[in-house]
Structures are given as C-alpha cells and as structure tokens.
C-alpha cells in the first residue's frame, strides 16, 4: 500500500505532506502499515486468534480489531483502565465484537501472559503484537515508506532536507532511520516526542533501530546511528494527549486551508512541534517532509470534545 506526497502552501520553506492517513483501510495511518506486515505472518501461519493491548483511543487496536473481523479470527484487547474512556476508536473496535478486557495500568502484562496461557490450554493459536505494533514487523513497514520517499524524491526530481513525525513508541521512527542507514541517505529524520521524555524515549528508538539491523545482519556504526537520532521532547506540553490553544489554532488552519484533518494528540502535536522547531533553528528554503501518520477518528474526537 502506497501514499501520496502532497505539497502545501509555506512560508520559507517547502512543505510536503505524506499522506498515510488515506492509506484505503480502516482510516489508514502508520499502525496500518505495521499491521500489514503483522497479519501477513498470521495469514503464513496457523492462527486463530489475535491478542494486543492499547488504550480506548488506540488507532492500533482499531486496525487490529479490523483486521482480525475481516479474517474471523477472535481478536482481544487488553486496555488500562486509566485510559478507558469511551471514543470513536473504541466504537469502531466495540462494533467489531472485538473482546476488550479492561485491568488497571499494572496488571495489563500479566493478563496478556494469562489470556495467552488461556488460549493455549484450549488448544488454540493466538497471535501476540505489543502495543503499537511494536517489533521489527513494525519497524520495517516504515523501512518500505523510507523507499516510497526515495521513489518520490527520483520521480520528482527533488530532495528532502528534512523528515518530521509524530513520535510515540518509536517504530515510525525507527524505520525510517533504518532507511536512512540503509540508503546512506543525508536526510535529517526528526521525532517529535507525543509523550516520552528523554533519555528514555530516545532510547527506545535505538533500541528498535539496533534489533531490527541485528535480526537483519547488517553491519552499522552504533556512533553514527546515535547520532542521527533526533528524539526531541521539548513539545509535549503536560504530556500524552495534552494540547494548547497553538495547537489548536493549527489543526484550525491545516483544516480550512489545505482540508486536511490533524489531532491534537499525535500530527497536530508533532506540527506544532515541527514548527517551533524550524522557527527555533532558523531553517528556511528547505524541502521538509512532513509524515502524516493517521488517526483522523481522533480528530472526530477532538471536535466532539470542543462541542462542535
Ligand atoms: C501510534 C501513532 C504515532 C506514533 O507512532 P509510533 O510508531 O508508536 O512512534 C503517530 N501518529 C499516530 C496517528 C499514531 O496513531
């Protein structure tokens, strides 16, 4: 599954806009294309049933849960309390008879490990994929994107200095940081922390980006890897899903401007992020990317909340 790169109205620099959310499945986006490569191995094997965890607003779980109905196959999501709160994700996962089990925070791991057993004992199969689409499945979707951006840039004719994404738990980025190496590329991939601090959230990129070579057995230089690794927490405001009126005043303007939906959870996050940070270093007559990774239902979410 490809996107289109779609170029928007700038000032100073060049701004291009990936457009994974249109992806044609399930409100597409970034835990689409993991996913593919997930159920790819699940179609391979012999399994009956999938199990994953994430929260309410989840666009994860909602493909998963999709994925799964299209197949048959039981799908169970296990959810923290903490962050049950009703949504359209979790309409759309409820509408697919998905099994959600909610626990409180701590006790999300030992229920996986305890509806796996379950399973087993009943003698079925099940399928097991970490939050986020996590794993080196995950990290190589966005390897592929990291090829269709090359293509592009050929087709086209131009270079990107720069890639901004929505950071979260790391595998977007990871990918196209793999991708990088890979291609030798010169581009500057910068993450946009949705939640983790540092070090720890830059950490787990590496980590991501270190399994998925080693499983690959491709030889690197763990200095430079370090050192291409942007991992920037400084827009997170008072953490996952908080927001501010800049925020809002550019998924406003990206909207009536280029009709194009951002969240103030992840894209509209790592947009205002992506700006202050080009405001802050001075960047201009650049061409940027920007990855649009999804989760347009959040979107929806956000209007209901300001009760439009
Ligand atoms: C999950 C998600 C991200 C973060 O991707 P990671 O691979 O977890 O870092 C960004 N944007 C959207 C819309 C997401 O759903």
């Known amino acids: 599954?490809?996107?289109?790169?779609?170029?928007?109205?700038?000032?100073?620099?060049?701004?291009?806009?990936?457009?994974?959310?249109?992806?044609?499945?399930?409100?597409?986006?970034?835990?689409?294309?993991?996913?593919?490569?997930?159920?790819?191995?699940i179609d391979l094997g012999n399994y009956d049933c999938v199990v994953t965890y994430g929260s309410s607003s989840s666009n994860h779980?909602?493909?998963?849960?999709?994925?799964?109905?299209e197949r048959n196959i039981e799908c169970y999501i296990i959810s923290p309390k903490e962050s049950s709160k009703e949504?359209?994700?979790?309409?759309?996962?409820?509408?697919?008879?998905?099994?959600i089990i909610i626990v409180p925070v701590e006790e999300v791991k030992y229920t996986i490990d305890h509806i796996m057993k379950e399973l087993k004992h009943t003698n079925k199969t099940p399928y097991f994929i970490q939050g986020g689409g996590h794993g080196n499945l995950g990290t190589k979707a966005y390897i592929e994107t990291f090829d269709e951006i090359q293509e592009y840039e050929k087709k086209e004719k131009i270079k990107f200095d720069y890639i901004f994404l929505a950071s979260g738990t790391g595998t977007t980025?990871?990918?196209?940081?793999?991708?990088?190496?890979?291609?030798n590329s010169p581009i500057k991939i910068i993450g946009i922390s949705v939640a983790r601090r540092n070090p720890y959230g830059r950490y787990v990129v590496l980590e991501s980006v270190y399994d998925y070579?080693?499983?690959?057995e491709i030889e690197y230089e763990k200095e430079s890897i370090n050192d291409h690794?942007?991992?920037?927490?400084?827009?997170?405001?008072?953490g996952y899903g908080s927001y501010n009126e800049e925020i809002e005043k550019i998924i406003s303007?990206?909207?009536?401007?280029?009709?194009?939906?951002?969240?103030?959870?992840?894209?509209?996050?790592?947009?205002?992020g992506m700006n202050k940070y080009i405001d802050q270093n001075n960047i201009s007559d650049k061409n940027i990317l920007f990855i649009h990774t999804g989760g347009t239902p959040l979107y929806f979410d956000y209007l209901d909340k300001r009760g439009i």
């Open 1 to 41: 599954m490809k996107s289109e790169i779609q170029k928007i109205n700038s000032k100073n620099n060049n701004i291009y806009i990936k457009r994974d959310d249109l992806l044609g499945y399930s409100f597409g986006g970034n835990k689409l294309r993991k996913a593919i490569n997930f159920f790819k191995e």
């Open 61 to 69: 779980c909602r493909i998963i849960a999709n994925m799964a109905k």
């Open 87 to 99: 949504t359209l994700n979790s309409k759309i996962i409820k509408n697919f008879r998905a099994e």
């Open 173 to 183: 980025q990871a990918g196209l940081i793999c991708g990088k190496v890979l291609n």
């Open 213 to 216: 070579l080693n499983e690959s």
């Open 229 to 238: 690794t942007i991992f920037l927490d400084d827009y997170i405001i008072d």
């Open 253 to 272: 303007n990206m909207m009536s401007t280029n009709g194009i939906p951002l969240d103030p959870t992840y894209t509209g996050k790592a947009y205002y």
